[in-house]
């Protein structure tokens, strides 16, 4: 009679294979929650975004009112602030025109490729990164858009959150 050699071994390396490909499974689980809660973190500070400029314009509300804050790119920061807390001020436009830059600065460092635009409009004919604004300052809400690039793979989708505003 003979014995029969090797059959534990066939078994251990058959358990191996299966923990392995467990273990894979999980690192792929882990991988697509890490990349989801990047998206959320994004969305979160879009959201963010959008409230805080509503919050600015609506401490400015005359120039909120004048379309000073619908400033498509190219927005100023104001020298007119002082942080040293020596008594200096801004007028109202100033502080429109710090408000809209400082805040498309920030969406620019926080979001990747993000951008922000705040208008006039009837949210018809929105394309992502080319809000449709209305020309003028009409009964159209006041809209708030923020966008980046949330797309993990090479194609650059990019991902738009669009809130309108009660001033």
């Known amino acids: 009679m003979r014995r029969q050699l090797g059959f534990n071994l066939i078994e251990v390396m058959i358990a191996l294979v299966v923990i392995s490909i467990g273990l894979l499974g999980l690192a792929a689980l882990q991988m697509t929650s890490l990349q989801q809660n990047q998206s959320a973190y ?3 500070q879009a959201t963010l975004f959008a409230y805080d ?3 600015r ?10 379309g000073a804050y619908y400033v498509v790119s190219g ?7 002082n942080y040293s807390g020596s008594a200096s001020g ?3 436009a100033q502080m429109a025109s710090h408000d809209i830059a400082e805040w498309q600065a920030a969406i620019a460092a926080e979001l990747p490729e993000g951008g922000g635009r705040v208008c006039r409009s009837d949210l018809t004919g929105d394309a992502v990164e080319a809000p449709d604004c209305e020309a003028d300052n009409s009964n159209n809400p006041t809209v708030v858009y923020v966008w980046w690039n949330d797309d993990k793979s090479a194609s ?4 738009q959150l669009t809130v309108s505003v009660e001033l």
């Open 42 to 44: 994004f969305r979160s």
């Open 53 to 55: 400029i509503a919050d």
């Open 57 to 66: 314009m609506r401490a400015n509300q005359t120039q909120a009112d004048a």
């Open 75 to 81: 927005a100023t920061e104001s020298n007119c602030i």
């Open 90 to 92: 801004c007028t109202a």
């Open 156 to 159: 650059g989708a990019t991902t």
